[in-house]
């Protein structure tokens, strides 16, 4: 089981960047999917990017350009530029070991170790 703890959250104006840290212990790079998603109050949790133990990622058509995902060891990173208000959202990392760790979908449902998430606000 992996444990998972978010970082670098905040509140920045729209344009502007932040770069979310989720610090994954007990990971093994080449057997897990790891992701990031974003949830808004009474909304569903959006998958917002993969990225598997070969470093092969996938990226929601929203957030596609602006965003990057990174993993450096047992550290996942979420690049965001350009940020945007409909980026605002309690932001959560995520991981799962199924079909040998490869990242199949973007769906909360798949992915069975999580953080406590991180909350981004982007003003207008």
């Known amino acids: 089981q992996v444990k998972m703890v978010e970082s670098g959250g905040g509140s920045v104006q729209a344009g502007g960047s932040l770069r979310l840290t989720c610090a994954a212990f007990?990971?093994?790079?080449?057997?897990?999917?790891m992701a990031w998603f974003r949830q808004v109050p009474g909304k569903e949790r959006e998958g917002v990017a993969s990225?598997?133990?070969?470093?092969r990622w996938k990226y929601a058509d929203s957030v596609l350009g602006r965003f990057t995902i990174s993993k450096d060891g047992a550290a996942l990173y979420l690049e965001m530029d350009s940020l945007k208000p409909e980026d605002t959202a309690v932001y959560y990392c995520?991981?799962?070991?199924?079909?040998?760790?490869?990242?199949?979908?973007?769906?909360?449902?798949?992915?069975?170790?999580w953080g406590q998430g991180t909350q981004v606000t982007v003003s207008s």
């Open positions: 007990g990971y093994t790079g080449l057997d897990y999917c």
């Open positions: 990225i598997d133990g070969a470093g």
């Open positions: 995520a991981a799962h070991d199924r079909a040998g760790g490869y990242c199949t979908t973007l769906l909360s449902a798949d992915f069975t170790d």
